[in-house]
């Protein structure tokens, strides 16, 4: 079931958390939301399953309104949100039968049901203990049955893997990838690696305005035509290399790199190259080069080019 939306618009006081945007998400499609804190992603997804009313837009959910016939819309989604909001006292079974009762499941399904949704999310081996006895990777994965319970066609969901260790985060990933091949899901992480593994399409949203739109391998080709090179010099001093570096005509941003005190990554300007200006500062300046290498632009760097402001 398609997901549309057009000039959306939420004002909170005098800033707009999020500003006339419009896209649409297609059945059987992973959309990965992308942005920095206050970028407008949750209010977004809040919007879409009628938590909040926006200002202006529209929402549909195949062609019904979320505004015209919001109970319609609310049972063709299941919603996960960030806050995982679960009774910790109740069995896992007991919960998933009250989650059933309140989506309006027959009586005579929800047995069935719950099965169903116990051997999806892997909950066979908990399903008899309480919530609050449970790990946080399989409350997670109780919060993704009760969001699936009702078999919705459109799946909302808010950090899904937030606070999982390594292995929990790679499991939850092949469950989403799982449900996707068959549901419209829209899925916001600050993990760019499990965005990038997970969805087919990323959008990102900064300042309450979509930025990019596309998938992981066109963003990266659209930030081609900015350098990004890795660069090592010996015997200067660290913060005065760095400095000199970010002074270059040519450069538009220098970071630290990590696994050394001498290298950075240095980003040029678009359409230009910085590689016989930093080769000319060292001569200059009696350092060093040990390295000047290209590095591939990652999700991780677009993500930067575009929310840095």
Known sequence: MDIQIENLTKVYGAQKAVDDISFNVKTGEVLGFLGPNGAGKTTTMKAITSFLAPNNGIIRIGNVSVFDDPDTTKSYIGYLPENNPLYPEMPVIDYLRFVAQLQGIPK???????????????????????????????????????????????????????????NQIVEIRELIKKIGREKTVILSSHILAEVEATCDRIMIINNGKIVADGTSEELRRRSQGREMLKVTIEDGERNEVYQALQSLASVEMVDFASDTKAAFEVQSKPEQSSRRAIFKLCIENDWYLTELTPVETKLEDVFRQLTMN
Request: hydrophobic residues 35%; glycine residues 12%.
């Open 108 to 166: 005579d399904g929800i047995r069935d049901r719950i099965l169903d949704m116990v051997k999806v999310c892997g909950l066979e081996g908990e399903k008899h203990k309480k919530i609050g006895e449970l790990s946080k990777g399989y409350q997670q994965r109780v919060g993704l049955a009760q969001a699936l319970i009702h078999d919705p066609e459109v799946l909302i969901l808010d950090e899904p893997t937030s606070g999982l260790d390594p």
